[in-house]
């Protein structure tokens, strides 16, 4: 039955930001609406919503954080995971 709706599928991806922590997901439909998750919390796609999530982080209280406590590595694989989310949903 065509009900002539679109069908909404989301594209999720995660990394493991700092070891010994949740991982982050990111997750985009149709490349536009963007958030991260991380420990049942949603942030949006925005800088406020990347300060946040680099906080709720706080990588520097993990066993040994993946790539240091550099707050500038951190934002850069934060929005590399973002960008690649992006890019995937909007190949669907």
Known sequence: ?????????????????????????????????CVWKYNGVEYPD??????????ALDCSTAKSATVGCDIDEIEMRLQELMENTRAASMRK
């Open 1 to 33: 039955m065509n009900t002539g709706c679109d069908q909404v599928t989301e594209e999720c991806s995660s990394d493991e930001i700092c070891t010994g922590k949740d991982p982050v997901t990111s997750c985009c439909t149709d490349g536009s609406a």
């Open 46 to 55: 925005t800088d406020q919503g990347l300060a946040d999530l680099k906080a």
